[in-house]
Nanobody, 129 residues
Framework: QVQLVESGGGLVQTGGSLRLSCVAT????????MGWFRQSPGKERAFERA????????????YYSGSVKGRFTISRDGAKNTVYLQMNNLKPEDTAVYYC??????????????????WGQGTQVTVSS
């Protein structure tokens, strides 16, 4: 089992920045791919979460959705079993609940929603215009 706890969300103005963190505990040797998804207002079901970014374990290959590439940066600290999402130049359309996930059996970093085995509880990000 892996437990994930996100933090760092909040309210920010357009153009502002936030840094999300996700700490993993439990069976941390299985943290092959870690990623961030977001669930926008009006999207009620888990499978409606949209991919944001992902990072593989070794080497640290990173992947981004087109809507955040160039603005968001995903990174991980293996020693702390933590993954970060630095979000710059935030826009109102980035408003969502952000979820951290782990895909245990995907080494490459390329994983769809159904590949993720564990999720955190989510952290709210609100960008005001």
């Amino acid at each position: 089992q892996v437990q994930l706890v996100e933090s760092g969300g909040g309210l920010v103005q357009t153009g502002g920045s936030l840094r999300l963190s996700c700490v993993a505990t439990g069976r941390t040797e299985s943290l092959w791919t870690m990623g961030w998804f977001r669930q926008s207002p009006g999207k009620e079901r888990a499978f409606e979460r949209a991919f944001v970014a992902a990072i593989s374990r070794t080497p640290d290959s990173t992947y981004y959705s087109g809507s955040v590439k160039g603005r968001f940066t995903i990174s991980r600290d293996g020693a702390k079993n933590t993954v970060y999402l630095q979000m710059n130049n935030l826009k109102p359309e980035d408003t969502a609940v952000y979820y951290c996930g782990v895909a245990e059996f995907v080494e490459s970093g390329v994983a769809t929603f159904s590949d993720y085995d564990y999720w955190g509880q989510g952290t709210q990000v609100t960008v005001s215009s």
